[in-house]
DNA sequence: CGTGAGCTTGACTTGTTTCAACCAACGTGG
DNA sequence: CCACGTTGGTTGAAACAAGTCAAGCTCACG
């Protein structure tokens, strides 16, 4: 792993494109781990976090579940998925990971990923060494706060993720989903005119819902019939998000 | 709240009655910090825990969605659960708490509680300073490193809780859920002959498993018809765990 | 040009929910 | 002591949601 700090001197070469719910969180960690890299180089290296960068192809597994990983990614470009398994195939996507995501807080403690992380499009991916983490996290308290918060976040979206599969029907299931990735998006700046990029495959959106990808089809059918919603290519349009957000139903 | 230390003089009288997951955790977070509680006390009640103990009947929340805690809860005896609810009144319990469990680690840095808190029977609680235990978790890295793990078995233990509801039929949601509780009681040695302490309701069953009590009650009935369990008043025994865990098939 | 991944649609089956009725156990207050 | 409401469990029939199977289609890619 190169011990080069992250560059940032062409303003067209950020290396995170977006940076997800920075509404949300007191602030954006990952951009603030990369500061802290560029910083580092000012004072000598000696505080520098050593990284690497990898291009990832789409549908390409980046670590899978009980792997033990080197250092923490940080997604830059692309969607990736987080996801568990059964040992006869039945996969259950646990997230969804838009640039400027860390993975998990979880891999800057513990090595060991619990879950599969995927490509769901082409994917540049930042992998930052653990341990210089964990010293930058000393040396910043309020890092620690952030990743506190990170944590907590993680653990209010696997609660609603739960009652999500358990108790709400495939309708409700989807439109929760449509919803909260676009309102992911917009935080970022990454949504104009109710357009948004949306390469999730029917398979993703049916993982991620606990549904079979017929079903999930079907209702996404349904959706472009009603006019809720409008699919081409590789973005979706929210035609009519107060449509969807009465099917949504009941927070 | 009391600035009283834990007394354990009286052996009949020890404030925990079991410990989940003794062998599941490098050590007992409950256990440890009564301790440093009592230790506490010895050094002149500088580094005492302040606590209060509470009895709550069964089918009493503990507390709601939301709702800012004073303390930390501990479990002390009963058995309690856990839950998230939409809005129309349908429920999903997230995980049962026994003996010995701290309700989430989170509550010890976020006093918002993201879930309601309620006894599944008569419940014995101990709920401890917030600040308290803090600063025994300053003195004591070996209790941050504790909670790290408590942590970390936290959100395995939500995705693992995902992929159930989401991709899992009912009758192996239902086996899963007995025997995942029947090993953490076995492992607290509450489980005699394959006899185990069973209290809860087919209500209970149905919002962990995310399904209807009319049909979690029809398979219940169905593993009793087909000998893999029997049920008597408020007990349950295993009669074939094997056939129990081919049924609850793929890990 | 062939191949594989992905989307759409329809007919059919299965799993799960809904509704409803009934019964047993239990605690409470008259 | 009994009447009564509440809570919890059981069962059956009917309605519905979701899954399965199958076929045909487009599109991108090598």
Redo the contacts with the bound molecule.
Sequence with gaps: MNRKPATASNPGDRPVEACRDCAAYKSCFCHAIMCIAEAGENDGGAAAIAYQDQTIAA?RAICRENETLDGVPFICKGWAATAVALSDGRRQILSFLLPGDIVSAILIFDPVSRCSIEAVTELQVRTLARDDIKAALLRHPDLMDMISDIRDHEVARAAQLSIDLGRR???ERIAQLILQLSERLARCGLMHDGVMDFP????HIADAT?????????I??DF?RGGLIE?SGRSLKLADPDGLRRIAGAL
Excluded: E, K
């Design positions: 549908r029907t495939a309708i999730l495959r029917q398979h606990g549904l079979t990808v017929v079903h999930a089809g079907n996404l059918a472009r699919i």
